[in-house]
């Protein structure tokens, strides 16, 4: 596993970090990974993405591997102590994904603060026709709960769609203390 991996948190409230979103959003386009991201938006353009992601009450992080930009997730949907991940890889760091992403859920499961542990959980939900996303998820750690009908819309389609619920927790992971 490579040892120069972090995440690097965006302030919704640093112009630059617009500057950054906008970036990722360019790379997801050339890369033919905006459909696959953002299924359930009519609009994909790069201010409806910093709109979406560049907000209060999301936690926007570069993936990196040194210096080099590797992919992009965000966290939402905040209740006690779980939220909603949305994780893309850059097609470049495909093959070194799954190492990422145990990173990504070890990092983010480990964040804490003087009441203890800021997540307990992280869900991810996503569409059952992308076993690529989904499949990757389980073997970064995550176990997948079941799939859940007509859970997500597909904005191109405009039809709802079954999603596979994916959750990771310390314990799922193994990295409980």
């Known amino acids: 596993?490579?040892?120069?991996?972090?995440?690097?948190?965006?302030?919704?409230?640093?112009?630059?970090?617009?500057?950054?979103?906008?970036?990722?959003?360019?790379?997801l386009a050339e890369e033919g990974l905006l459909k696959s991201t953002l299924c359930g938006m009519q609009d994909r353009s790069v201010d409806a993405f910093v709109s979406?992601?560049?907000r209060s009450g999301t936690l926007?992080?570069?993936l990196m591997d040194g210096k080099q930009l590797v992919g992009f997730a965000w966290y939402d949907a905040f209740a006690a102590k779980s939220c909603f991940g949305h994780v893309v890889f850059f097609k470049d760091a495909w093959g070194r994904a799954?190492?990422?992403?145990?990173?990504v859920?070890?990092?983010?499961?480990?964040?804490?603060d003087g009441m203890g542990f800021l997540f307990d959980c992280v869900m991810g939900l996503t569409p059952v026709n992308n076993p690529l996303a989904w499949k990757g998820a389980i073997a970064c750690g995550a176990s997948k709960i079941g799939v859940i009908p007509k859970a997500l819309f597909d904005a191109e389609s405009g039809e709802s769609m079954d999603a596979v619920l994916t959750v990771a927790t310390r314990k799922i992971i193994g990295a409980e203390a």
């Open 1 to 27: 596993m490579s040892n120069t991996f972090f995440m690097h948190y965006l302030n919704y409230l640093d112009h630059e970090s617009e500057q950054i979103v906008r970036h990722v959003h360019m790379r």
């Open 52 to 54: 979406l992601v560049l």
């Open 60 to 62: 926007p992080y570069l």
């Open 98 to 103: 799954r190492q990422y992403g145990k990173q």
């Open 105 to 112: 859920y070890r990092q983010l499961l480990s964040y804490s």
